[in-house]
Structures are given as structure tokens and as C-alpha cells.
């Protein structure tokens, strides 16, 4: 638990640090219009918190349930498909996009709204060409079963129970 605990930080830090922290930083310097607090701020700001949030669950839910990392090069031990995962196969990608479409509207920035663009279709790409075929490969029936009762990108009202 302890390895996967430092493994999942670690990519934390390293892959939503760079793409909703790093990234924005550079395009933006985090230099927001002047004048008082905006309606943009309150909604960025809720989008920001929120997705936070929800990429710190999602992460603690693989060391938890999973026993490992999000990061394909120590993958966890088993399917994580508890807490969050029960509503939506990706919170980890829609809480990340979250937090930089939150930014864009803090920052009045274009360019990272063409950023969160980008990171949205590398997403799909790489869970198109890689995560999934992987995760069947490596789990099988359960994994389909989980595919067949949880959406990809729109969550469920309710809880699956699987």
C-alpha cells in the first residue's frame, strides 16, 4: 500500500500537475483580468474545486481498490470500480478537463480553452488505442460486464452495484 500511495502521488504531481497546472501556467501565468470577482471566477473557480476533488478520490480510490497506480507503467493489482468509478469510467479525465476548463474561464484565456481541446482528444485517443484494449485484455468478462453498466463519459444517476 505504501508503494502505491508514493507511485500515485508521484504521477499525480507528474501527469494532472503538468496538464492542468503546468500547462495553463505557461499560457496564462495565472494573470487573470483586472477588476473585482467576476461571475467567470465563481464558475472557474467552482470547476477548478470540484474537479480537484475529484481527481484526489479518483487517485486515492487506485491505492485503495486497486492497489496500485493510475499510471500505465505500475497499473494497479485490481479493477478499480468503487467510489467514483460506480458513476463514470473516466472521473480521473472529466475532473482533470474540469480543472482546466475552470481556468479558462478564470483567465479569460483562449488558449487554454484550445488546450483543453487538445488534452480532450489525446484522452480519447489514448483511452481508445490503449487503456481500453488493455484493461480487457488484463480483466476480462469483469471489465466488460463494468463497460456494459458504466458510461465512459456521461454518469450514471445511480450507483452500479456490479
Avoid: K
Avoid at 477588476?35 to 487506485?62: E, K, N, S, T
Avoid at 479525465?93 to 488546450?115: M, P
Avoid at 485517443?125 to 487503456?131: P, Q, R, S
Avoid at 463519459?153 to 445511480?158: D, E, G
Amino acid at each position: 500500500m505504501r508503494r502505491a500511495t508514493l507511485g500515485t502521488t508521484a504521477f499525480f504531481f507528474a501527469a494532472p500537475g503538468t496538464v492542468a497546472g503546468l500547462v495553463p501556467w505557461l499560457l496564462t501565468h495565472w494573470d487573470r483580468p483586472a477588476g473585482g470577482l467576476r461571475v467567470a471566477d465563481v464558475l472557474g473557480g467552482g470547476l477548478v474545486a470540484i474537479g480537484l476533488a475529484v481527481v484526489i478520490a479518483a487517485f486515492a480510490q487506485f491505492v485503495r481498490e486497486g492497489r496500485g497506480t493510475p499510471a500505465p507503467i505500475a497499473p494497479t493489482e485490481q479493477l478499480v470500480v468503487g467510489g467514483l468509478y460506480r458513476y463514470v469510467r473516466n472521473p480521473m479525465y472529466l475532473a482533470v478537463a474540469a480543472v482546466i476548463g475552470g481556468q479558462a474561464l478564470i483567465f479569460e484565456s483562449s488558449a487554454v480553452l484550445v488546450w483543453l481541446l487538445g488534452f480532450m482528444v489525446l484522452v480519447l485517443a489514448f483511452v481508445t488505442a490503449y487503456e481500453q484494449p488493455t484493461l480487457r485484455r488484463t480483466y476480462g468478462a469483469g471489465y466488460e460486464a463494468y463497460c456494459d453498466a458504466v458510461p465512459g463519459w456521461w454518469p450514471r444517476l445511480t450507483p452500479w452495484r456490479g
